[in-house]
């Protein structure tokens, strides 16, 4: 008996990963409502490598450029190849500016510290979001967007909790690589980076991974340098 029972208790819990799986496959990500700050979050390019990433500091009106205004951008370390990396900018209203240089990488030794900040040349008519450190209660709803299809897309998730030694957040959902960079949203504010996550499945025809859930890292340690930028 203690044979079939344990037999009867494996077949039931492959039974559920098979149909949490398969549900994974199947879902459709929940868009989340449209809202003017995605137009602060954008898609960069350089040296091969691209990824997502969110416009959260205006530093100074440009000189050269009249319409424009240096700012950084907020994404994460893996997605940049070194501190001499310059990037492309594409921004959700189709405009692109180039030559964005790395002002802050963070070691990717800790995943959880996985922190870049980029200075670019920003659309005037961008403005940046601002960030948090507000406690998330667990099962608290949060935004995700980012740009893995290729295209701008957001959409709502389940805030699973913040780990007890890192300090990063977990998020019940899952993304695509390219994704990552881009921010976790709390109440219309940045709290975390979008940053890796358990490969599950190659999405489409790509060489990309649906991840999850997600992994991002938690502002509150990025915070400091970017209040006192100028």
Not at 104 to 124: G, H, T, V, W, Y
Not at 145 to 171: I, L, P, Q
Not at 204 to 218: K, L, M
Request: aromatic letters at 12%.
């Amino acid at each position: 008996r203690k044979g079939v029972s344990m037999f009867k208790k494996c077949f039931l819990t492959l039974c559920f990963c098979l149909f949490s799986v398969s549900s994974i496959f199947a879902q459709s990500w929940e868009a989340s409502e449209e809202a003017n700050y995605h137009s602060s979050i954008i898609k960069l390019s350089g040296d091969g490598y691209s990824g997502s990433g969110t416009v959260i500091k205006f530093i100074k009106d440009s000189e050269k450029y009249e319409g424009y205004y240096i700012g950084w951008i907020l994404t994460a370390s893996h997605v940049v190849n070194s501190k001499e990396t310059k990037f492309r900018i594409f921004f959700k209203n189709g405009d692109v500016t180039k030559n964005g240089v790395v002002v802050m990488k963070k070691s990717e030794s800790d995943s959880f510290n996985d922190f870049a900040l980029i200075r670019a040349l920003i659309p005037e008519d961008i403005k940046p979001m601002e960030i948090s450190t507000e406690n998330i209660p667990i099962g608290e709803k949060v935004e995700m967007c980012g740009y893995g299809t290729g295209s701008f897309r957001h959409w709502n998730a389940k805030y699973g909790g913040e780990g007890a030694d890192h300090g990063g957040h977990m998020v019940f959902s899952w993304a695509i690589q390219g994704d990552s960079g881009g921010p976790i949203i709390y109440k219309g504010k940045v709290v975390g980076v979008i940053c890796f996550g358990m490969g599950i499945k190659k999405y489409e025809d790509t060489q990309r991974f649906i991840v999850g859930p997600i992994y991002g890292s938690n502002v509150e340690r990025i915070q400091q340098s970017i209040v006192e930028a100028s």
